[in-house]
């Protein structure tokens, strides 16, 4: 027959399971962010390469005005 636990013993089980749940739900949240950071990172690439695009092209407008 196994030992009985106490409760102290009992309490220190559900901290450190808490603890352990804390963790978890942690990292789950780090991996949807993580998803979401890489499917929205095409759209983020397309805007960073349009942008240098639009500034060149205002420039070379404001340069024929003159």
Same mark, same amino acid.
């Given at each position: 027959?196994?030992?009985?636990?106490?409760?102290?013993?009992?309490?220190?089980?559900?901290?450190? =399971?808490?603890?352990?749940?804390?963790?978890? &739900?942690?990292?789950?949240?780090?991996?949807e962010?993580?998803? =979401? $950071? $890489?499917?929205?990172?095409? &759209?983020?690439?397309?805007?960073?390469?349009?942008?240098?695009?639009?500034?060149?092209?205002?420039?070379?407008? &404001?340069?024929?005005?003159?």
């Open positions: 027959m196994p030992k009985q636990k106490t409760i102290p013993e009992l309490k220190a089980e559900i901290a450190a =399971s808490e603890r352990q749940l804390a963790q978890l &739900r942690h990292k789950q949240q780090q991996l962010n993580r998803r =979401s $950071y $890489y499917e929205k990172g095409d &759209r983020r690439k397309r805007a960073h390469r349009l942008i240098p695009v639009e500034l060149l092209l205002r420039a070379w407008l &404001r340069l024929q005005r003159f």
